[in-house]
T-cell receptor, first 114, second 113 residues
Framework: EAQVTQNPRYLITVTGKKLTVTCSQN?????MSWYRQDPGLGLRQIYY???????DKGDVPEGYKVSRKEKRNFPLILESPSPNQTSLYFC?????????????FGPGTRLLVL | AQSVTQLDSQVPVFEEAPVELRCNYS??????LFWYVQYPNQGLQLLLK??????LVKGINGFEAEFNKSQTSFHLRKPSVHISDTAEYFC???????????FGKGTMLLVSP
């Protein structure tokens, strides 16, 4: 089954404790991205990647890192999480960067930073 | 810069009634428009998209949307809603040559019996 998977689905952590949220897709997609969803703000893009070893900042990149060493994986790293990063995070992928491409979303990771 | 405005944060309707969810966008260049749906505790999935051609776009689950360039709108409609349509709906826009998909803040559709 074609899908985007994220782990963990739920995570509670404390301020300053490094964490990684994994994202993997099995559709051989070139383009992957991370979003955060906050009430009343919709989805905002954190980082995106157009292919292996090619990443760029989205609209809200502060406090986050990403890497794209393999085509299928695009982990999101919070080096020193803070309470304002408490949010619902989605990974998404599409075949390529093109403007008409459909993005496929993972199920989400709900993060609480105490 | 591109932006999307969803005019209603919540739309309550009765089952079998028609519904329209409003979306307006701002862009100085050609746009590509999308509607996504998010069911409770799930990720987003594509309902429909407008790339070019006919301004009336049909999507899954009986939804359709009409692109109106002069009004810069892309409203989503369904003639008769079901309880199972209860979800949050997001309008999104991408402009030519720009990779970021910009989302609106979402409209919660609440369908009651």
């Amino acid at each position: 089954e074609a899908q985007v998977t994220q782990n963990p689905r739920y995570l509670i952590t404390v301020t300053g404790k490094k964490l990684t949220v994994t994202c993997s897709q099995n559709m051989n997609h070139e383009y992957m991205s991370w979003y955060r969803q906050d009430p009343g703000l919709g989805l905002r893009q954190i980082y995106y990647s157009m292919n292996v070893e090619v990443t760029d900042k989205g609209d809200v990149p502060e406090g986050y890192k990403v890497s794209r060493k393999e085509k299928r994986n695009f982990p999101l790293i919070l080096e020193s999480p803070s309470p304002n990063q408490t949010s619902l995070y989605f990974c998404a992928s599409s075949l390529r960067r093109g403007t008409g491409e459909t993005q496929y979303f993972g199920p989400g990771t709900r993060l609480l930073v105490l | 810069a591109q932006s999307v405005t969803q005019l209603d944060s919540q739309v309550p309707v009765f089952e079998e009634a028609p519904v329209e969810l409003r979306c307006n966008y701002s862009s100085s260049v050609s746009v590509y428009l999308f509607w996504y749906v998010q069911y409770p505790n799930q990720g987003l999935q594509l309902l429909l998209k407008y790339l070019s051609g006919s301004t009336l776009v049909k999507g899954i689950n009986g939804f359709e949307a009409e692109f109106n360039k002069s009004q810069t709108s892309f409203h989503l409609r369904k003639p008769s809603v079901h309880i199972s349509d209860t979800a949050e709906y997001f309008c999104a826009v991408r402009t030519s040559g720009y990779s970021t998909l910009t989302f609106g803040k979402g409209t919660m559709l609440l369908v009651s019996p």
